[in-house]
């Protein structure tokens, strides 16, 4: 049996909590921020926010397939940087 939890788009609030994030998403050469919280690459989605109970998520694409990161922490947030410039050097 498999259950699937409904985990929402971050909202206002979760965005402005990672508003240091996306400040440093938003210098990154290559990338295009389409709406609030919404990265794409090379015409391609690339990153976008979920907020959940036990914390705020990032959705990335690594080699084309999306994996989930927490990115409450400002480690967690800066392990997340690490990984988003890899992506996009790549």
Known sequence: MFIVLSV?????EAL??????LVQLREIIGLKEKR????YHRSK????????PPGCFADLR????????????AAQQKSLMARVRNEVSR
């Open 8 to 12: 929402k788009h971050a909202g206002d």
């Open 16 to 21: 402005g909590n990672l508003e240091g994030l």
């Open 36 to 39: 609030p919280g919404i990265f």
């Open 45 to 52: 989605a690339f990153l976008h926010f979920h907020e959940d």
């Open 62 to 73: 690594c080699d084309g397939v999306f994996s989930r990161f927490e990115v409450t922490t």
